[in-house]
C-alpha cells in the first residue's frame, strides 16, 4: 500500500497537483520510515529516468549535428 500511496503521492507532487489534505498527507509520511523508503524509490526511478530523457537527447542531438553522421543518414 505504501507503495502505490507514495507512488501517487509523488507524481502529484511533481506535477505540482497536491491538494493540500495530500500535502499534508505527504508531510507526514516523511516521518514514517516504510513511506520515506517508498518516497525515496519513487524520486529514484524518476530522477533516472530524466537522466536518461537527458543522456537521449545529448546523443540524438550529437548525432544530428555530426558531419558525418548526418552525411550518412542522407
Do not use: C, W
Not at 497537483?17 to 516523511?30: I, V
Not at 546523443?59 to 548526418?70: A, C, D, F, G
Amino acid at each position: 500500500m505504501a507503495t502505490e500511496r507514495s507512488s501517487y503521492l509523488i507524481n502529484q507532487l511533481i506535477s505540482n497537483n497536491l491538494s493540500e489534505a495530500e500535502l499534508d498527507e505527504f508531510l507526514a509520511g516523511l516521518h514514517q520510515d516504510d513511506m520515506l523508503n517508498a518516497y525515496s524509490d519513487q524520486l529514484e526511478i524518476y530522477f533516472t529516468k530524466l537522466l536518461n530523457q537527458h543522456e537521449q537527447s545529448i546523443i540524438q542531438s550529437e548525432t544530428e549535428n555530426h558531419p558525418v553522421l548526418k552525411q550518412n543518414q542522407i
